[in-house]
C-alpha cells in the first residue's frame, strides 16, 4: 500500500468528481465507510481466515459474495434478481465447488473460525461492490476509486501503526521489486479496471463475473508455477466459464 498509495494520490489530483453537484457531505462519510470496507476490512478477514484454512476452501466460500451482492441489492436498493442472474450464479457455483473438491480440508478446531472469517471477507467486499455502484456515478469510477483507495492505504497505515512492529525497511531488495510490482499490477490497475466495469455492467453482473477470479488463479498457477491441472479442475473451470458467459451475453 505504501508503494500504491502515490499512484492513487496522483490521479486523485489530476481527476476530479464527475458531478460534484450532485455529491452531499454524507457521501463522503460513505466513501470512508466503503474504503474502509473494500480494500482493508475484505483483505484483512481473508487473510486472518487462511491462517485457519486452506486455500482451496477460502476460495469456494469467499465466492459466494455474489449471491450477497444480489441480496443486498434486493434488500437496500430493491433491485430485482433476474432469472438469468440466479442460474448464472448457480452454474458458478457448481463449477468452482467442482475445481476445488479434491483439495477441500476442513480439519482443525480452529476450521470454523476461518470459514467464519472468510466469510467476513465477503460480506465486506460485498457491501464494498455496492457502494460502488451507488457513488460511481457521482464521483466518477476513477475518481472514486482513487478517493476509496487512499482511504483504505490509511487505514492499512494505522492498522500497521497499531498491531504490526516489524521494521518495513529490513527486507530483501527482491522484497520491494515484488511489491512494487504487486503494488501497480495486483492493486492499483486492477482497482480501476474493477470501478470501470461496474460503472459499465453493475455491481450484480459484475459479482457475477468475479467468479472467473479462482479459475484465472489455477491457471496462472499452472503455468507459472507448474502446479498440476486435473481433469477434474479443467471440467470445473469450463463450467464457471459458461456461469459467466451466460449473464456477461445477456448484458
Known amino acids: 500500500m505504501t508503494f500504491a ?32 470496507l473494500g480494500y482493508y476490512l475484505a483483505s484483512y478477514f481473508d487473510f486472518l481466515g487462511l491462517e485457519f484454512i486452506k486455500a482451496s476452501l477460502e476460495r469456494i466460500i469467499l465466492f459466494i459474495y455474489p449471491t450477497l451482492v444480489l441480496i443486498i441489492s434486493k434488500v437496500f436498493l430493491k433491485k430485482k434478481i433476474t432469472k438469468i442472474q440466479i442460474a448464472a450464479i448457480l452454474i458458478s457455483y457448481i463449477g468452482i465447488i467442482i475445481t476445488f473438491w479434491n483439495e477441500i480440508s476442513m480439519t482443525g478446531e480452529h476450521a470454523l473460525l476461518g470459514g467464519v472469517l472468510i466469510f467476513f471477507s465477503a460480506l465486506t467486499y460485498a457491501s464494498y461492490l455496492i457502494g460502488s455502484g451507488w457513488l460511481i456515478p457521482k464521483f466518477g469510477a476513477t475518481t472514486f476509486t482513487s ?74 498457477a499452472n503455468i507459472f508455477l507448474d502446479e498440476r491441472l486435473t481433469l477434474l479442475q479443467l471440467g470445473g473451470t469450463v463450467i464457471v466459464i459458461i456461469g459467466v458467459l451466460i449473464v456477461s451475453l445477456k448484458k
Open 147 to 220: 478517493y476509496a483507495m487512499i482511504i483504505s492505504c490509511i487505514a492499512v497505515f494505522i492498522h500497521y501503526s497499531l498491531i504490526e512492529h516489524q521494521d518495513i525497511f529490513s527486507f530483501s531488495n527482491e522484497v520491494y521489486g515484488l511489491s512494487l510490482a504487486m503494488a501497480l499490477l495486483s492493486t492499483v490497475i486492477p482497482s480501476y479496471l474493477v470501478s470501470a466495469a461496474i460503472k459499465q455492467l453493475g455491481a450484480s453482473n459484475f459479482s457475477i463475473i468475479g467468479s472467473l477470479g479462482p479459475i484465472s488463479t489455477i491457471i496462472l
Open 5 to 36: 498509495l502515490p499512484f492513487y494520490l496522483i490521479i486523485a489530483f489530476i481527476k476530479k468528481p464527475s458531478h460534484p453537484e450532485s455529491i452531499d457531505k454524507k457521501d463522503y462519510l460513505w466513501l470512508v465507510l466503503f474504503g474502509i
